[in-house]
């Protein structure tokens, strides 16, 4: 691509559009004398673009050129036109857009971040046969004038009359009469840059799956799919019918209900021309839905009449995993969802409402989960040199990349420290040492920032901190207040990202930084074990979170792992297997369980269906990663909380234990040269499919154990290697293999046999079987909402159940037959 960018930014005058009223139109004429061998169409823009030539648009990206930290790094989008330039006379156009650069951004009702109007940067290279070449630059002899674009906003939506859409203005021939000269405009030449990441496409398409009439007697589309993008339509109607589409991801007594959007208004206007079908989609907006309501439609709409168009960085997907269990599949399928929903050019918080920013915080906790199911070193690759620059900046690293807060963001756990996990993260995915070399410089000014913050014990003990944010028993107006102590939280985050810091300075040879990093680490896991944990592994504060960070950072001894391994099972069993973790423990609770033994815990755990658990938005029709795990509540009701996104995929970070766990894939080698795979069933899972795309090619894993019997199949490429743990093998066998097809078939081995409950087995026995707990807790949580219960304290682990009923008050007896029932059903086979 060329680097020789001699162009000129243009703008319109105030007067002529792009004040975020209109989109401005642009264009100019040009002469070439031959047809080129060689055309090469350059593009960016203050704003948004959508270039034009001799008639049509030039390329498939849409909202180009994406949101970067654009005074540092402005996309250039380059596209072969060659054969669509004419011999004679050429028009080069554009439509300009407010896009993130003008449009109001966050919550706080400010825009104009970037500019106060829009400009655009075209550069268009001729190359002839005679080896001559001419380059059409934007420059003072472009005109600009408004078109059918009268409003247009990331947040509010667009509003196209196509009355005043000026017929043939891209094309040769059209009367510029009216239309103005544009002026220059300031803006740094030196921050042109290439592209690395994929450009935002269109990349499916979606047809209704009902068209209801609702109670009020409004029109509402449903897709039944929420995503990202906006709707395509074909109507007929007389000129100035104006047909609205409201976007909505949800529904609620019987409804559109608008309130996951805040103050977006996520509102499109189309006015008809007039006259044959009309065919139109918005440009310069895109919102987050999946119920559209229509107002205005002229006569009876039907469902090859509108089409709901996805849009996001097109990626390239590299990770699958289909399991037996229908629930299961459906969570996987909503955090795939959800991300390609926040891949919008920056991996944001939520597609649809007044926010969409680049949440350091969720990239972070859904990091090894994006890498595998996409490829993300574009996206994040060029994600993370935004944050690279504007941490040089201004001295911090961003809570939301690119920066658009009122407030200086101070050094946080899992949102600042992605600085270093990310490219961790992505360094271990795809086994590229440059990744960790692009990203050093980041990664080490921000660990010696915190380095310097620490107290005289060695601990991050200072400051704010967003701790376990979105704990479910946090109040709904504070999301920080949650159980787990928010600077142990910082604390075990540093243990991790030391420790990640010093393996990163191996990797690349740098032995001085390693000592440095090494020593750090160390001293503040000393830190965390002096300050926060007892001899024998008991974490203060007695939260999953807390024991979670303990577990899976390694601060913890193996003695003290597994104490620490059984006191989180007795919490999560607690807690009835429900939820109690927010975005810094649920990443890893799963994690924490299975590697101490407690497979059968992470199992009830990923398995619960009552409110708060991973499966219960999928037993309420969710399609995408709720933001709280009650943003709608049982009885169908919004979460009132004023943050209640239902598209948010950082609480999906789940799904990689999935991968590792159900489908049985590890990485041993950074890049998957060498891996491990080893399935652990449970659950009642009979089956699972997992294929990952590598550096190498696809590895397959297939599994399933019906009827005694075990079948397994794997599949790896050339150059990888791995060893397998055989799922519910008799010997536990374990084997080395090299690329190629694997198979095996066996008897399998499941355990001991069931265990019989009544209600005059101890509480002991029944805390001990996950399963029975499980069943036990639930039957009692019926009758005694919020009652604690811990079957394992010594003054009830010996007491049975049926004399434990008795210190009960008031215990009825369809309360003792619901307990009596729960042991029964615990006896079928809830320990195999």
Known sequence: MSTDWSAAFITPKSSTGGTGEHAAYLRREFDAPSRPVRATLHTTAVGLIEPHLNGSVVGDEVLAPGWTSYRHRLVVSSNDVTERIAVGMNVLGAVLGE??????????????????????WLQLELEYADGSTEVIRSDERFL???????????????????????????????????WEPVERFD??????????????????????????????????????QNISGWVRLTVQGAPGTAVTLRHAEVMTCGEIDLETLRTAAGTDRYVLRGGEPETWEPRFTFHGFRYVEVEGWPGELTADAITAVVVHSDMTRTGWLETSNPLLNQLHSNAVWSMRDNFVGVPTDCPQRDERLGWTGDINAFAPTAAFLYDVRGVLGSWLRDLAVEQQEKGFVPWVVPDVLSTPSSPTALWSDVAVSLPWALYREYG?????????????????QVA?????????????????????DAPDDNPAGGKTDRHLVAAAYLCRTTREMADTARVLDRAEDAAEFSALAARVRTAFLDEYVSKNGRVVGESATAYALAITFDILDDQQKQHAGDRLATIVAQAGFRISTGFAG??????????TGHLDEAYLLLLETGCPSFLYPVTMGATTIWERWDSVRPDGTINPSGMTSLNHYALGAVVDWMHRTIGGLTAIEPGYRTMRIAPLPGGGLTSAALRHTTKFGDVHVKWSAEGGQAEVELTLPEGTSAEVVLPLHPDALAVHVEAGKHRWSYEVAFGSKPTSFDLDSNMRDVANNAQAWRLFTDAFAKHYPGVPLDGTAPEAAAMSIRTMLDFVPGASPEFRADIAESLSAASTGASA
């Not at 449009?103 to 106060?116: I, T, V």
């Not at 649920?586 to 590697?595: E, G, K, Q, R």
């Open 452 to 472: 310097g913050l620490l107290d005289e014990n060695g601990l991050w003990s200072s400051g704010f901190q967003y701790g376990d944010w979105l704990d479910p």
């Open 144 to 178: 600009t004038s408004t078109g059918g674009v009268r409003e247009n906003s990331i947040y509010d939506g667009e509003h196209f009359d196509a009355r005043l859409e000026p017929t043939g203005w891209d094309r040769p021939g059209f009367d510029t009469e009216g």
């Open 187 to 224: 803006w740094p030449l030196d921050s042109l840059t290439a592209p690395i990441a994929e450009p935002i496409r269109r990349t499916q398409e979606l047809t209704p799956v009902e068209i209801l009439t609702t109670p009020a007697g409004k029109t509402v589309v449903d897709f039944g």
């Open 586 to 595: 649920t990443p890893l609770v799963t994690d924490a369980l299975s590697s």
């Open 99 to 120: 896009g993130w650069a003008l449009g109001r951004l966050g919550w706080e009702d400010k825009r104009n971040h970037y500019a106060d109007r829009p400009a655009a």
């Open 432 to 448: 590229e040492t440059q990744i960790l070399e692009d990203a050093y410089v980041s990664m080490t000014t921000f660990i010696r």
